[in-house]
C-alpha cells in the first residue's frame, strides 16, 4: 500500500494534486513542474507536487486511494508516469470519481487522459468549484489527434 497523500496546508479550490511516478529523468520532471508553474503564472495557484519515491511505479488506482485517503473532496489527481517524461510532458489526468455517464454522453471516454502540464491547474480548480465535469475535459482531450488536453 502507498502512503497517504496528506492535503494539510494545501488549498483544496487552488493547489492541483500532481504525484510522480516514474523516477528515471530528473532533467524531464524539472521541466513538467516548469511547465506547471508556468500555467499558474497569471492566477494566484500553486500546486501541490509530491515528489517520494515511495510511489515509485505506483497505479493510478494506488495514487486514488492515497489520494482520496488524504482528501476525499478531490476530483482529479495528475501523474507524472513514464510516458509524461518525454515528448510534450503529457501528464495523465485521473478521476477520483466513479462517473455516471448521462445517457448522451461518450461512454467510451473513461476516467483518464493525458493533458499538457500547463492546463493542471486550470482543470483542477474547475472541477473543484464545480464550474465542469472530468467528462467534458475527457471529451476535450478525444477530440485531438493524439488525445492530449492542450487548451
Not at 80 to 100: I, N, P, Q
Not at 105 to 132: K, Q, S, T, Y
Request: proline share 4%; glycine share 6%.
Amino acid at each position: 500500500m502507498r502512503p497517504l497523500i496528506d492535503r494539510t496546508g494545501h488549498d483544496f479550490e487552488t493547489e492541483a494534486l500532481v504525484v510522480r511516478t516514474d523516477f528515471s529523468d530528473d532533467g524531464a520532471w524539472r521541466v513538467v513542474v516548469e511547465q506547471i508553474a508556468a500555467g499558474c503564472a497569471e492566477y494566484e495557484r500553486d500546486t501541490h507536487v509530491v515528489d517520494d519515491p515511495a510511489f515509485e511505479g505506483a497505479s493510478p488506482e494506488e495514487v486514488v486511494l492515497s489520494t482520496l485517503l488524504g482528501d476525499p473532496r478531490l476530483e482529479v489527481a495528475f501523474l507524472a508516469d513514464a510516458a509524461s517524461m518525454r515528448g510534450e510532458y503529457a501528464l495523465l489526468a485521473v478521476s477520483t470519481r466513479d462517473e455516471e455517464l448521462d445517457e448522451d454522453d461518450d461512454e467510451e471516454l473513461g476516467c483518464v487522459f493525458r493533458l499538457v502540464p500547463a492546463v493542471v491547474n486550470e482543470m483542477h480548480v474547475n472541477l473543484a468549484i464545480g464550474h465542469l465535469d472530468f467528462w467534458e475535459y475527457a471529451h476535450a482531450a478525444a477530440q485531438d489527434p493524439e488525445h492530449i488536453l492542450r487548451t
